[in-house]
């Protein structure tokens, strides 16, 4: 049913459950699995100064290399792409999933409402609403038993 699942990392312990469902559905599939970070490129377009931008750009690099060595760690054999690109989140997981002709994507969410998610916005809920290919999410972060 998957040849290709997409799933999208940020590098926090709290996607590792993702990263053990993506892996779990591509082994029962026979499926490649894709990684990929994001650099939020929307987060210091307003800096001044090239230096500053040039720094938190390499520091923002690192960081999204540690995500994907993280998630290579975690998944293994299983992980045929990892990739690193800068833009927005939702639009750059969405082009992606459909350049790479993934048949899935498999991310997580937080479960936000009310005023949390008006204010803080959501990743998984643009990709879900304006993605072609079918979307998985995984509920990451705090339960009511923490």
Do not use: F, K
């Not at 459950?17 to 499926?31: F, G, I, K, R």
């Not at 690099?61 to 995500?67: D, M, P, R, V, Y």
């Not at 479960?111 to 304006?130: C, F, K, M, W």
Request: with cysteine.
């Amino acid at each position: 049913m998957y040849e290709r699942i997409l799933v999208p990392t940020d590098g926090s312990p709290e996607v590792d459950a993702v990263l053990d469902h993506a892996a779990s559905l591509a082994a029962t599939h026979d499926a490649d699995l894709h990684a990929l970070y994001v650099i939020n490129t929307a987060g210091y377009a307003g800096l001044p100064g090239d230096g500053a931008v040039g720094g938190l750009s390499a520091m923002m690099n690192e960081q999204g290399e540690t995500a994907l060595d993280r998630a290579a760690e975690r998944v293994g054999e299983r992980l045929t792409e990892r990739v690193l690109i800068e833009g927005t989140p939702s639009e750059e997981i969405i082009d992606y999933a459909e350049e790479a002709d993934c048949d899935l994507v498999v991310m997580g969410t937080h479960g936000r409402g009310g005023i949390d998610r008006l204010l803080l916005g959501s990743v998984a809920e643009r990709v879900v609403r304006t993605s072609p290919v079918p979307v998985l999410t995984v509920r990451v972060g705090r339960t009511l038993d923490d």
